[in-house]
């Protein structure tokens, strides 16, 4: 009898399969892929609200974003958007590490804390912009009223309305909501190394510093360059907040990109423009992530 021979190759995948994986394919297609694609068009077209309306659009080249990356208007969108991404980036990565490291360690009631602080994620931004807006209220905000009872506060101070505390204020908003993300992510990093490691360091004679320094921080490094990454992306799209606390003001002072192209589109009706916006937005963050994926691979080869 003839040993029976394993053939080489993929299995055949029966047609029945793809019957289950196409409702998800197509609602791909629906709600991303096809309007990708129209936004990039529209990138390339002169479009206002008739065109919009009755379709069409002359085909204008890389005059939208000509027209646009030589405008004052999105190069000061595009640097307060970068110092509000990479500022509340820092911000949250910080404390979300403090935390991670605090809670790493057993304590009472350290399960119940945990959750608490997740609430902060866990809402609708909607929900928090609103009430971050009722904390600075220059009328009857909860910051003013505690401030002024410590005594350390004489007037009213307006910080959404006001161009040099406005963008700090979305920051604090910002950092609040996201550092429990960033905590959750760096706790389970924290937790993956082994604990012998800094047993043996310890009886070695280094100290609380020289641990976290020298051993936390290196072991812990994939999971933070992760973490950054998905920080700033998250960061850099932010939308819902920002326009629920000041619209993008007062001016421009918080204008960032996303809103820069939403005004351009739906209040000065200049969809090429602002589809150009859209796409010169959507590019940043995405050579970050083909940077990021680029130096893992070259770091799991090596």
């Not at 990093?189 to 290196?218: M, Y």
């Not at 999971?223 to 606390?245: C, E, G, N, P, R």
């Amino acid at each position: 009898m003839k040993p029976s021979r394993v053939r080489a190759g993929r299995q055949r995948v029966p047609p029945v399969a793809y019957a289950f994986v196409l409702p998800a394919v197509l609602f791909m297609v629906a709600t991303v892929l096809y309007p990708l694609a129209f936004t990039v068009d529209l990138s390339f077209r002169d479009v206002g609200l008739r065109e919009i309306v009755a379709g069409g659009g002359e085909f204008a080249g890389l005059a939208n974003y000509r027209a646009e990356l030589g405008g004052a208007e999105f190069r000061s969108a595009l640097w307060t958007s970068m110092v509000y991404t990479v500022v509340s980036v820092a911000l949250s990565f910080a404390a979300g590490l403090a935390l991670a490291v605090f809670l790493n360690h057993r304590f009472p009631g350290r399960g119940l804390l945990r959750s608490a602080l997740l609430v902060a994620w866990v809402l609708p931004s909607v929900v928090s912009a609103n009430i971050w807006r009722w904390l600075l209220d220059g009328t009857y905000g909860l910051l003013n009223a505690a401030l002024r009872g410590l005594g350390l506060l004489d007037a009213d101070v307006f910080w959404l309305v006001q161009p040099a505390t406005a963008l700090a204020s979305v920051i604090v908003a910002t950092v609040w909501s996201t550092a429990p993300f960033a905590m959750i992510l760096l706790l389970a990093g924290l937790q993956s190394i082994p604990g012998p490691v800094h047993e043996a360091a310890t009886i070695d004679g280094a100290g609380p510093w020289q641990r976290f320094s020298r051993i936390t921080l290196p072991l812990l490094r994939p999971v933070s360059v992760t973490v950054l990454l998905l920080l700033f992306v998250t960061t850099f799209k932010t939308f819902d907040t920002i326009y629920l606390m000041t619209r993008g003001g007062p001016g421009d002072a918080t204008t960032i990109l996303p809103i820069h192209a939403y005004l351009e589109a739906f209040s000065f009706f200049r969809f090429g423009t602002g589809a150009a916006a859209t796409t010169i937005m959507l590019l940043i963050p995405l050579a970050l992530s083909l940077f990021y994926f680029r130096a893992l691979r070259k770091e799991e080869v090596a």
